[in-house]
């Protein structure tokens, strides 16, 4: 069965301090993988696609990775304005847009 | 403004009822997906349909139909609503259905209350 896990949960950090989002996933003929972010009661904003493994995209202080298995989020030097759940989707060949839990980020002055 | 458009944004209404929920797509978009939201859950999946055919299906219950028009706007129908169909409702669209994956952008959401 397709499936998208992203780790942690929930994440902490102090301004400035720089750190990593996970979302591994297991899917019959990958797509696309997506990162999204979301604000309490709101639609998700789309951030960056990638495609295949090796694959980088960068937007302010964000960076996406992608390997065969998993994608990582790589936040530097957050901003309380960067506190949201970032979502991690994959679309495989039928065409289903699968979404993960998500990582609910906060980041305090 | 993802271009995405859901009405209404609120809906409160009693269990047993029968609600519609709408989306317009981003101009020249033919792929629209519903999802459901509830408090503190993920996006759940609930159907696709790409330029008026029914295209992928998630979780949808019985008692939910959708279907999308031929000016491409979507209806997502609720029937038979029981408390635990409260959440927010998303509607997304992308340009195509085809090749490489693109990525959705999505409307503000309809809350739905069942009380």
């Known amino acids: 069965e397709d499936q998208v896990t992203q780790s942690p949960e929930a994440l902490r950090l102090q301004e400035g301090e720089s750190s990593s989002l996970n979302c591994s996933y297991t899917v019959s003929g990958l797509r696309g993988l997506f990162w999204y972010r979301q604000d309490p009661g709101k639609g998700p904003e789309f951030l960056f696609t990638?495609?295949?493994a090796g694959e980088e995209k960068e937007k302010e202080r964000l960076k996406a990775t992608l390997t065969k298995k998993e994608s990582f989020l790589h936040i530097t030097a957050p901003k309380p304005e960067d506190s949201a759940t970032y979502l991690c989707a994959v679309q495989e060949y039928t065409d289903k847009l699968i979404f993960g839990t998500g990582t609910r980020l906060q980041v305090f002055p | 403004d993802s271009g995405v458009t859901q009405t209404p944004k609120h809906l409160i209404t009693a269990t047993g009822q029968r609600v519609t929920l709408r989306c317009s797509p981003r101009s020249g978009d033919l792929s629209v997906y519903w999802y459901q939201q509830s408090l503190d859950q993920g996006l759940q999946f609930l159907i696709q349909?790409?330029?008026?055919?029914?295209?992928a299906k998630g979780n949808i219950l019985e008692r939910f139909s959708a279907q999308q028009f031929p000016d491409l706007h979507s209806e997502l129908n609720l029937s038979s609503l029981e408390l635990g169909d409260s959440a927010l409702y998303f509607c997304?669209?992308?340009?195509?259905?085809?090749?490489?994956?693109?990525?959705?952008?999505f409307g503000q959401g309809t809350r739905l209350t069942v009380v």
């Open positions: 349909y790409y330029n008026g055919e029914e295209r």
């Open positions: 990638l495609y295949s």
């Open positions: 997304a669209s992308s340009a195509s259905s085809a090749g490489i994956g693109t990525e959705a952008f």
